[in-house]
């Protein structure tokens, strides 16, 4: 047989490359003695070691890696998984191929980062007893690349850039961001967020064809590279003409108000990703698509900055609602009882996309578990006008009228708010709202006001000489409220990873329309963070502070007690469902037996079966949430474990002796169990609490305490009911 010289050469390279394998099998073979590996082997951690320096973080790299080992609080997640409808951890078996890739995997990060000399490699130790394997990856950055110089210019070296008029100051903000990478270490992730935020500037500046590319020198002697960004940034171009299509109840004309643009304006690619959400914001507005031409003209990219200004056609098309929407809900909550909200809904009323909201709130109170439920009936009606002296404000107006029976008093409020909210985008907004109320007061909840050593007869003394008349039974309320809402989350039905800040400012102006003077700051937090296994770990802070003046501070020969009742209805209170759990709405700190007459024969004896909150200036609590789904079930199924805190207090000279006792202004704490249920008719959530530091009131019966203080016994001698310590909480149709 003739084998031409071709045929000889690939034969002889055949059988070099297969004594090269069998060579390197033999090799391999002690290794693979060494660490025995079964479908079993898992590994227990993977660290990372750096032979010189440091540069680029494990919290960078990790998530880099598919290799998975066991996680942090191995047995505790083990130990808690057998308990019924936990899942335990999952078996994670060792895979050596992937570990391969993960270190390939790593090399082009540090190549990214300009360690072109990077070195990896992995040490593994095992665990022969419990068949773990100990990963560590070694790693030696090396030398980096250094960036030199940067040039920003145009395609054609020859021509300037066409910078807008009215842009240059922008401009060179630009490029002073590429001047400070200069001198740097070279990061091609960096950089090419940087291109893109070039091209993305001349997008938003008339130029939709902009196009911007780098190139490195190449010069392997020295570690310096020197980056070259090309911009092009193509044919000018105008938003012209704008269609609106798929309008029934609105007109073309409120959808154009609601564009950050009109027609002959230059081109801006965030403008056209502005008005889809604003436009999607009306509520009549189901769907709302904007679209553009795409793709580009053969010219754009060479086009002279003479060239007259392209027309990009802009086609709006939204897809309405119903006009008309009628909704309600229906809730439960163990402190306030069966709750409902019926509300009718005109989403084009009068043209112009205009809201009118007519609505109904009732919190009967019944099923409570408390004595004396909450109730509170409210209507109201709104109107809402969107794009009003701005694009993105809308302007509302709802007058109302309010009913209540609570632990401040019985009375009947009329009133009416006017508000200005700003949407930013997402759930971020800014409102600034007015409210002008007067409200009538029938009965007072004041034969409460007594805790710790509080001198009960100097109250019924208070009573007796007219304290009611000094409160006044008609109040008049004039306050500005600016508040915000900031930041995001993932899932708003379900949030798994985010973070929501709401501040608020509150002030009463005028002071001489209003019957109380205060300022009031408050801001609440809510973060999520995920866990392995669908769990989710959220939190929840809020704090706040109330600053009387003018009407609201005791002048000289006033009874601090007077003024500080006055302010009740606005003093901070804790504990509840959606608060410091263990402890009943608003009932955590400063409390005070809920006085009652009771006349027999000729006689009025006084009874107490419950407490009432007293408030005080500031608030603080704070909450930390473990959610478990439970396996094998989808949707918002599952179980927490929570840990709460809070104190409430005031620490007001000018209102010695108005205040709780310095027992029931401490911190306090709860922690506990819940179930959380999804339902088609909304969530049901219960809980479990238990007060870790009760005070002496959360352990006694109101009747006794009542009794010792009219008795003047110590109550430290009552008895302690240990049962005190736990509360359940039931809401449906509420969240964390």
Known sequence: MLINSGEARLWIFARVVLIALALALLLAAPAASQVHIDGATEVSGIHFRWTETKTLDSRELRPLLVSKDRGGSYGLRKAIGKLPLVPGPVLVPFDPMELQRDVVRLRSRYREAGFRKADIRYEVIRDDAKNLLDVTLVITEGPPLI??????????????????????????????????????????????RLRLQTQAWWRDRGFPFARVRHALSDDSTTTERDLTMRVAPGRRAVFRPIAVEGTKNISAATVEKRLPFHDGDPYSAKELEDARRDIGELDIVRVAMVDTPDPAPADSLSARPDTPPADVAVHVRITEAEPRLVSGQLGYGTEAGVSSELRWT????????????????????????????????????????????????????????????????????????????????????????????????????????????????????????????????????????????????????????????????????????????????????????????????????????????GKSLPAEGDDPSVKFLQLRDVLFTAGGTDDVRGWGDRLLGPKVPDVRGVTEADTIRLVADNFVPLGGFERASLSLELRVPFPGVRGAWGWHAFLDAGRVRTEDSRFDGAGATPEAEGWFYGTGLGLDLGTPVGPIKFDVGYKLNPSIADLVDSGDLLQALLDGTPIESLPLKTSRRWHFHLAFGTSF
């Open 346 to 549: 005109h989403r084009n009323f009068m043209g112009g996309a205009r809201m009118f909201t007519v609505s109904g709130v009732a919190q009967t109170g019944l099923g409570a578990v408390a004595a004396n439920p909450d109730e509170l009936y409210r209507a109201s009606v709104s109107l809402t006008q969107p794009s009003f002296l701005m694009r993105r404000m809308s302007g509302v107006v709802s007058p109302f009228i309010e009913k209540r029976d609570n632990v401040t008093d019985n009375s009947l409020q009329v009133g009416v708010n006017t508000t200005l909210i700003y949407r930013l985008g997402g759930l971020k907004s800014i409102a600034l709202d007015y409210q002008i109320a007067r409200r009538r007061i029938y009965e007072y909840t004041l034969n409460d006001f007594a805790a710790g050593d509080v001198d009960l007869l100097t109250l019924l003394q208070y009573q007796a000489q007219g304290l009611l008349d000094s409160l006044g039974t008609e109040l008049w309320n004039s306050t500005f409220t600016l508040s915000g809402t900031g930041g995001g989350v993932d899932n708003p039905a379900n949030p798994r990873r985010g973070l929501v800040v709401r501040p608020a400012v509150q002030v009463t102006a005028p002071p001489s329309v209003a019957s109380t003077n205060y300022s009031r700051i408050d801001v609440g937090v809510h973060g999520y963070y995920p866990l392995p296994g669908r769990m989710t770990l959220a939190g929840r802070l809020s704090a706040g502070q109330m600053f009387p003046f």
């Open 147 to 192: 960036l030199g110089r940067i040039d920003v210019i145009a395609r054609d070296s020859l021509v300037a850039l066409p910078v807008p008029e009215g842009e240059t100051g922008s401009w060179e903000k630009q490029l002073g961001r590429w001047e400070k990478l200069e001198g740097k270490r070279l990061d091609l992730r960096e950089a090419n």
